[in-house]
């Protein structure tokens, strides 16, 4: 990561297209200049989570922190929007670092194609048929047949977003673990998913793929008529995210555990 000063000195701003994210943009770039992503010490985003993901996409293997503030609708992974002291909230910020998940889903000409996710991975049923997957960990074959409208594997990061809507488990981000929650299951009916370590090498293949095809998403790269997807998580790669004191991304966990 880029040396920080304390408190921050170059800051760049990215914002979403909505008409508060550019007023804000506007604001904030007059009191606080904007600097060039390649020369900052830190990037604000400045929008939803949408735009969050995004910004963590775009500059990932740039190892530079983001501190994002809340111009969208959801939110969950920002801040709460404010222009004033800014310099001093970057420099008290805690720092999160995740790892994204890394997908291969070879589809049924052979075609490989790899996609990172942050949130996660996730396969879908793409005609009326309902879709047929088998589920290989490390190589051992764990469920060999589960009907279902999809699937999907989960980051801590992640397990609060389309997992928690497939009532898949809230994971702490130190748990070091994945969420493999299942979407719509039909077959075993009462399965839910399981918990697996985070080092896991994940394997789901598509059976019966001609008759029942399927797409496979990583965020937001997506590929049809997948045969197989390869899940692992990417540990080579790390994303700084900061958050203010009391707002952490474990705090937010915790917190959305005990909201109805």
Same mark, same amino acid.
């Given at each position: ?8 000195d170059?800051?760049? =701003?990215?914002?979403?297209?909505v008409p508060e994210?550019? +007023? ?8 606080? &200049?904007?600097?060039?992503p390649?020369?900052a !010490?830190?990037i604000?985003?400045? &929008?939803?989570?949408?735009l ?9 293997n740039?190892?530079?922190p ?10 969950f992974l920002?801040n709460?929007y404010? !222009? ?18 890394s ?8 075609? +490989?194609?790899?996609?990172l996710?942050?949130?996660e ?6 005609i ?6 088998s589920?290989s960990v490390? &190589?051992?074959?764990r469920? !060999? *047949?589960?009907?279902?409208?999809g699937l ?8 609060t977003?389309?997992n ?24 075993p009916r ?5 918990l ?5 090498r994940?394997?789901?293949?598509v059976? *019966?793929? !001609? ?5 496979a998403?990583?965020d937001?790269?997506e590929?049809?008529n997948?045969v197989?997807? *390869?899940?692992e ?5 790390d994303?700084?995210m ?8 474990? *705090? ?7 909201? =109805?």
């Open positions: 990561m880029k040396k920080l000063s304390n408190p921050y170059r800051i760049a =701003f990215v914002a979403s297209d994210a550019r +007023a804000a943009l506007e604001g904030l770039t007059a009191r606080y &200049g904007n600097a060039k390649a020369d !010490e830190v604000v985003a400045l &929008g939803g989570d949408g969050m993901l995004q910004t963590l996409h775009r500059y990932m740039d190892r530079i983001i501190y994002g503030m809340n111009r969208g609708s959801v939110g920002m709460e404010s !222009e004033d002291d800014l310099r001093q909230r970057l420099a008290a910020a805690q720092v999160t670092r995740v790892h994204p998940l997908m291969v889903a070879t589809d049924i000409h052979g075609k +490989a194609t790899k996609g996710a942050i949130n991975v996730s396969l879908f049923r793409q009326h048929q309902a879709a047929k997957l589920i490390d &190589g051992t074959l469920l !060999e *047949e589960l009907i279902c409208d999907l594997i989960a980051t801590p990061a992640g397990s977003a389309y928690l809507s497939a009532h898949g488990p809230i994971l702490p981000l130190d748990a070091k673990l994945l969420a493999l929650t299942p979407i719509s299951p039909f077959r009462r399965w839910r998913g399981a697996l370590p985070d080092n896991a994940i394997t789901i293949t059976r *019966e793929h !001609e008759k029942r095809p399927v797409s998403v990583a937001h790269i590929t049809r997948v197989r997807v *390869e899940i998580q990417a540990r080579h790669i994303l700084f900061l958050f203010d004191p009391g707002h952490s991304l474990d *705090e937010r966990v915790i917190a959305e555990q005990f909201r =109805f």
